[in-house]
């Protein structure tokens, strides 16, 4: 099974800050990288999928890198609305998992 | 305007059965996979099971093997999970979610979820 390590669990930052979350993968998924943000109370919604590309509707300041073993989530500058958990997932091969998830609280 | 709706949650004894329910609309159903998510109270997202378009090829978590079946009715543009043999850890939030594969694979619309307890 692929394991997904992501890091750091949790991060306090300032609405404007630039925040970055990291994946690891235990083994080549290529591209086969998504990232999930979820709010108390809802569903998850994805953000990035394809490693980098932006989903539809979701803002530009989200941006996505890497391939292979290690993959970035970027938020360029943190909005008040962008407070959540998020989390990676590898569609490389079954089973599909999860990383651990990154909370983002307000410093 | 995609729309699933998940239905059937509830509280069950441990060792009990449930039957969980998906209602999709708004998207050609039959040519979508679809899966199954699950959140424990306080943890993190956890893959349960995919049914691919037509239902010919399932997938499982190892964590639910045996015990939970995933199927479709496509007639119906609905999703469902059987699960038996429930165990207090199976305990948790279920999502189902539309599995968009291909050029690109993600999960692209969710439900609202359904909450499953089980406890005596």
């Known amino acids: 099974d692929i394991q997904l390590t992501q890091s750091p669990s949790f991060l306090s930052a300032s609405v404007g800050d630039r925040v970055t979350i990291a994946c690891r993968a235990s083994?080549?998924?290529?591209?086969?990288l998504a990232w999930y943000q979820e709010k108390p109370g809802k569903a998850p919604k994805v953000v990035i999928y394809?490693?980098?590309t932006l989903q539809s509707g979701v803002p530009s300041r989200f941006s996505g890198s890497g391939s292979g073993t290690e993959f970035t989530l970027t938020i360029s500058s943190l909005q008040p609305e962008d407070f959540a958990t998020y989390y990676c997932?590898?569609?490389?091969?079954?089973?599909?998992?999860f990383g651990g998830g990154t909370k983002v609280e307000i410093k | 305007e995609v729309q699933l709706l998940e239905s059937g949650g509830g509280l069950v004894q441990p060792g009990g059965s449930l039957r969980l329910s998906c209602a999709a609309s708004?998207?050609?159903?039959?040519?979508?996979?679809m899966t199954w998510v699950r959140q424990a109270p306080g943890k993190g997202l956890e893959w349960v099971s995919t049914?691919?378009?037509?239902?010919?090829?399932?997938y499982y978590a190892d964590s639910v093997k045996g015990r939970f079946t995933i199927s479709r009715d496509d007639s119906r543009s609905t999703l469902y999970l059987q699960m038996s043999s429930l165990r207090a850890e199976d305990t948790a939030i279920y999502y189902c979610?539309?599995?968009?594969?291909?050029?690109?694979?993600?999960?692209?619309?969710w439900g609202q979820g359904s909450l499953v307890t089980v406890s005596s």
């Open positions: 979610a539309q599995y968009q594969r291909g050029s690109s694979y993600f999960f692209a619309y």
């Open positions: 997932q590898q569609l490389k091969s079954y089973p599909l998992t």
């Open positions: 394809s490693a980098f």
């Open positions: 708004g998207f050609t159903f039959n040519t979508y996979a």
């Open positions: 049914i691919r378009e037509g239902g010919g090829n399932t």
């Open positions: 083994q080549d998924i290529s591209g086969h």
